[in-house]
């Protein structure tokens, strides 16, 4: 049974960074994609950076802030923030998405979400 646990977040003042990491149970290699969310207070779940057989992606709020990366010795997602901001706060959920089987099914898989505050 793949998990995947998120650790990091917390209270920073607006400039200063933090770095989460997501944990999970199998290999991250072994998804087909994976990535950070946030959803912010009234705000809908959007995708801050993922990592896909294309490539690395960002949201253009993010882009030059944030790096997503993978730690192939701890087995870890990770993501730096660097230059936080106050819109930044959210809770951040880390993402995974595996092809299943020869249909083609996924399966979805989500963190617990940590929260990241950034004051000004």
């Known amino acids: 049974q793949v998990q995947l646990v998120e650790s990091g977040g917390g209270l920073v003042q607006a400039g200063g960074s933090l770095r989460l990491s997501c944990a999970a149970s199998?290999?991250?290699?072994?998804?087909?994609?994976v990535g950070w969310y946030r959803q912010a207070p009234g705000k809908q779940r959007e995708l801050v950076a993922g990592i896909t057989s294309d490539g690395t992606n960002y949201a253009a709020s993010v882009k030059g802030r944030f790096t997503i990366s993978r730690d192939n010795v701890k087995n870890t997602l990770d993501l730096q923030m660097n230059s936080l901001k106050p819109e930044d706060t959210a809770v951040y959920y880390c993402h995974a998405e595996k092809i299943v089987n020869v249909e083609g099914a996924k399966v979805d898989l989500w963190g617990q979400g940590t929260q990241v505050t950034v004051s000004s």
């Open positions: 199998r290999r991250i290699f072994s998804f087909d994609a």
